[in-house]
């Protein structure tokens, strides 16, 4: 049971917005900062949203994250083929003293 | 280029050690706070613990599941880190992932495959 909850799986058509939820907790997404992680099929996790919303070079702008109270949320608009992967949030928690992952959720481009 | 390039995993018998290490270049090792992250086998991402820099205590910390059997070390000099594990059991079977954070962007190995397994 992870620490941080996400819905299994998520789908959409090319060209849709899609969102994906992050439940947390007071100790964790409440008062520290979420980050978002992109895992293509065989391939090592990518950073895509830091700091709650902040994207690094090179990730597009179809990428968005909010955060409110405790829960925090991914977007993505535009959607396209190759954005079939598993979406991971993650987050600090102060209780745990340890980084709290979300289960991950799939995101199927129908 | 920041790179990360884990090494030294393989098939252990349970009960059994390994060291994990992770080569870092393209970035101020020293400066940077470094995670350990497992994955089993179709399952999602865990973290194993993390080593703060130096200059912020050189501190450890470690998930619950491996405290008391895993230890994380650094060597700023070769800008190395490693993941002792000991006494190891069949559910830390996993791809073991090193992060760094560099100005609150954490960068990903490759990860190396460790399988406890008689």
């Known amino acids: 049971q992870s620490v941080l909850t996400q819905p299994p799986s998520a789908s959409g058509t090319p060209g849709q917005r899609v969102t994906i939820s992050c439940s947390g907790s007071?100790?964790?997404?409440?008062?520290?900062?979420v980050n978002w992680y992109q895992q293509l099929p065989g391939t090592a996790p990518k950073l895509l949203i830091y700091r709650n919303n902040q994207r690094p070079s090179g990730v597009p702008d179809r990428f968005s994250g909010s955060k409110s109270g405790t829960s925090a949320s991914l977007a993505i608009s535009g959607l396209r083929s190759e954005d079939e992967a598993d979406y991971y949030c993650a987050a600090w928690d102060d209780s745990l003293s340890g980084r709290a992952f979300g289960g991950g959720t799939k995101l199927t481009v129908l | 280029e920041v790179q990360l390039m884990e090494s030294g995993g393989g098939l252990v018998e349970p009960g059994g050690s390994l060291r994990l290490s992770c080569a870092a270049s393209g970035f101020t090792f020293s400066n940077a706070w470094i995670n350990w992250v497992r994955q089993a086998p179709g399952k999602g991402l865990e973290w194993v613990g993390r080593?703060?820099?130096?200059?912020?205590?050189?501190?450890?910390d470690y998930a619950t599941p491996v405290k008391g059997r895993f230890t994380i070390s650094r060597d700023d000099l070769r800008s190395t880190l490693y993941l002792q594990m000991n006494s190891l059991q069949t559910e830390d079977t996993a791809v073991y992932y090193c992060?760094?954070?560099?100005?609150?962007?954490?960068?990903w190995g490759q990860g190396t495959l460790v399988t406890v397994s008689s």
């Open positions: 007071s100790s964790n997404i409440g008062s520290n900062y």
């Open positions: 080593i703060k820099s130096k200059t912020d205590g050189g501190t450890t």
């Open positions: 992060t760094a954070v560099v100005r609150d962007i954490d960068y």
